[in-house]
């Protein structure tokens, strides 16, 4: 299986300033790459498919990027909303393999 | 809108089996147009995915899960389910149901997930 790693952990920010998260594949999963957002009691939610395509309805202050095994997430100026936590996810072979997630928090 | 729901017991006893089910509406799985998939969250959050099953009755599964796992499918009800056997309190974790997009494989609805514990 394919695995995925992210970094940071936790990322601490404040209100209306960026962030910046990292997405690794162990191996190339061209642009097989999907960005979800949880947020507590809650289940992940869709937000980037395709490295770089925002799901319907996801504000274009969230941007993916990347391609191969080097993916990035950046959110521009960050929502009271926007705290949760962030995983990544490759589609390109099964099993589907997420990344262990990186918290967003309030700084 | 398309909604899922997971129901099943939330505990159940080591070396037993796991039993959920995800009911569907706003959508049909007969329609073949979507995968439907389980997937758990370990506790301090990992996601695993657990297989997927088409409406034919085909599946995939994680190979990691595959001796234990069996999924069926039901359109006359519009449900999906999950079978787990022999588990142990590593199988704790919130189960979560989920539709596998048209296209990319990625999960665009979800169940709110239900939490099961396996303990004596």
């Known amino acids: 299986e394919i695995v995925m790693t992210q970094s940071p952990a936790t990322l601490s920010v404040a209100l209306g300033e960026g962030a910046t998260l990292s997405c690794r594949a162990g191996q190339s999963v061209s642009t097989d790459l999907a960005w979800y957002q949880q947020k507590p009691g809650q289940p992940p939610s869709l937000l980037i498919f395709?490295?770089?395509t925002r799901a319907s309805g996801i504000p274009a202050r969230f941007s993916g990027s990347g391609s191969g095994t080097e993916f990035t997430l950046t959110i521009s100026s960050l929502e009271s909303e926007d705290f949760a936590v962030y995983f990544c996810q490759q589609y390109t072979e099964w099993p589907l393999t997420f990344g262990p997630g990186t918290t967003v928090d309030i700084q | 809108q398309v909604r899922l729901q997971e129901s099943g017991p939330g505990l159940v006893k080591p070396s037993q089996t796991l039993s959920l089910t995800c009911s569907v509406s706003g959508t049909a799985i007969s329609t073949g147009a979507h995968y439907w998939s389980w997937i758990r969250q370990l506790p301090g959050k990992g996601l695993e995915w657990i297989g997927y099953?088409?409406?034919?009755?085909?599946?995939s599964y994680n190979p990691s899960l595959e001796s234990r796992l069996i999924m069926s499918v039901d359109t006359s009800k519009n449900q999906f389910s999950l079978r787990l056997s022999s588990v142990t309190a590593a199988d704790t974790a919130v189960y979560f149901c989920a539709r596998v997009s048209g296209g990319a494989n990625t999960l665009d609805r979800w169940g709110q997930g239900t939490l099961v514990t396996v303990s004596s």
């Open positions: 099953i088409y409406y034919s009755g085909s599946t």
């Open positions: 395709g490295a770089s």
